[in-house]
């Protein structure tokens, strides 16, 4: 067994024994204050598991931060505190890159790059980022994947399974059992850098006519299945601009940046599961850059058209269509008091859309996106025994919640009903199945029905 064999199965031990600890740690005081009939410290619990998976980083607390954003998934103070943590893992040093870039591209590797900094520039959850020099004098932005990898996902997998069902027995308002599935299949999906070049592809086809918004191009000769290099794309953060910009240029990038989450939806069926701010940047005429296509979910036409139908159901207040909307969704089982409840949080992310008038995205600037009402629909769901929610409810709600944040900050006042309406009156629904397969193939990737 090689130095860096042992290595791993050491930190996979600790990374059990770690996570192992802080999930056990809330489980025991959770299941304790339950037997003893005492209140449960919900605040400690979670400020402890904060800490705990901060300190970790990886995919479980890649996890965590998606987990932050889906009502009911986790309690108000847990989504309060997990939604804090940022994906920003130390960088690994020179000795990892040298051995990294080896095993991808041949000890020549060197000899691909006119310039390579020994400093990552960005370091992430999953990976590093180092920004290089090719060959033909181009910028660009090679992203090495850390070692071993696919056994810490599967170790973090394992743990957010224990800790999901401690919290099920504690809690019966939300089954996990698909946003745990969701989130098994998105992040070992990451894992495969080849998987996500098709994305990029994909993704620079679905936004090639948006001038607002610019995907970075993948250089096939400096990629691998845990090396992804792409054009280089400056432009400046998301909170910095928000603090610096005028007002127009705010409003200019939150159409933006709705454009870019949506266009792909509505047109063809796919969206970008992670508006992490790390993900994105803003140049000075207001146009986007998007980054890392690692999550991204195709849905089924008929997600796609539920989304839709709701809207126009809530329009209407009418109660069969939107039960109806729901099923497509994936719901089961709707009865009139779960669809009384899916409406309240329906009704807050539909709301901006309703009314044609400019407005901003929220009434109240203050607080986590949609925490309040998030945790009006958990008391409900407890008391009328819970929900399971779909699979393909999760990265859809961890877009509208992102963007919705990205938009507060923006202080963006826009109609958002008319510029919905533009959105959807582009695209023919009943011609998506047909465009989705002819992209979706196009880039090596298949449409599951």
């Known amino acids: 067994m090689s130095d860096d064999d042992r290595s791993s199965v050491r930190g996979r031990i600790g990374r059990y024994g770690r996570v192992g600890f802080a999930v056990g740690g809330a489980a025991m005081r959770m299941a304790g204050s339950r037997y003893l009939g005492r209140v449960s410290d919900h605040e400690r619990n979670a400020t402890d598991l904060k800490v705990a998976l901060g300190g970790l980083k990886g995919p479980l607390m890649k996890a965590a931060q998606l987990l932050a954003t889906i009502p009911d998934a986790l309690p108000a103070d847990y989504a309060r505190e997990l939604a804090e943590l940022q994906a920003n893992a130390p960088a690994m040093g020179w000795a990892f890159v040298r051995r990294r870039m080896t095993s991808e591209l041949g000890p020549d590797w060197q000899t691909r790059y006119t310039e390579f900094p020994r400093e990552a520039s960005h370091a992430a959850s999953l990976g590093q980022v180092h920004a290089a020099t090719d060959l033909e004098g181009r910028k660009v932005a090679s992203k090495l994947q850390y070692p071993d990898m696919a056994s810490i996902v599967s170790a973090d997998l394992n743990q957010l399974k224990l800790a999901f069902s401690v919290y099920r027995r504690y809690d019966p308002a939300i089954d996990p059992t698909q946003i745990y599935a969701e989130l098994a299949e998105r992040l070992t999906e990451e894992l495969d850098y080849l998987h996500e070049a098709r994305n990029t592809r994909l993704y620079g086809a679905m936004l090639a006519d948006e001038t607002g918004v610019h995907v ?3 250089i096939d000769e400096l990629s691998a299945s845990r090396l992804l290099t792409t054009s280089w794309l400056e432009g400046q953060p998301m ?26 939806f509505y047109g063809y069926g796919v969206i970008h599961g992670d508006p992490h701010l790390g993900n994105y940047s803003v140049n000075e005429d207001a146009s986007i850059n998007l980054y890392d296509f690692g999550c991204i979910r195709v849905f089924p036409p008929r997600f796609v058209e539920g989304v839709v139908e709701l809207y126009h159901a809530l329009r209407t207040d009418d109660r069969d269509r939107a039960a109806h909307a729901y099923e497509r969704w994936g719901f089961e089982n709707i009865s009139n008091e779960l669809l009384d409840t899916l409406n309240i949080w329906a009704g807050f992310l539909y709301r901006p859309l309703m009314e044609d008038k400019v407005q901003r995205i929220q009434e109240s600037a203050s607080g986590t996106y949609g925490a309040t009402v998030a945790s009006k629909v958990h008391e409900q769901l407890r008391k009328i025994g819970g929900v399971t929610p779909p699979r393909e409810f999760v990265l859809m709600d961890r877009a509208a919640i992102g963007l919705g944040s990205v938009f507060l900050r923006l202080r963006a006042e826009l109609n958002w009903h008319q510029v919905f309406h533009k959105l959807i009156d582009e695209y023919d629904l009943d011609g998506l199945t047909q465009r989705q397969r002819g992209v979706l193939e196009e880039h090596g990737l298949e449409l599951l029905d």
Request: no cysteine; glycine share 0%; aromatic share 14%.
């Open 239 to 264: 909170a910095q601009f928000a603090e610096e910009a005028n007002l127009a240029q705010r409003e200019a990038a939150a159409l933006n940046m709705f454009r870019a989450w949506y266009v792909p």
């Open 216 to 218: 970075p191009e993948v």
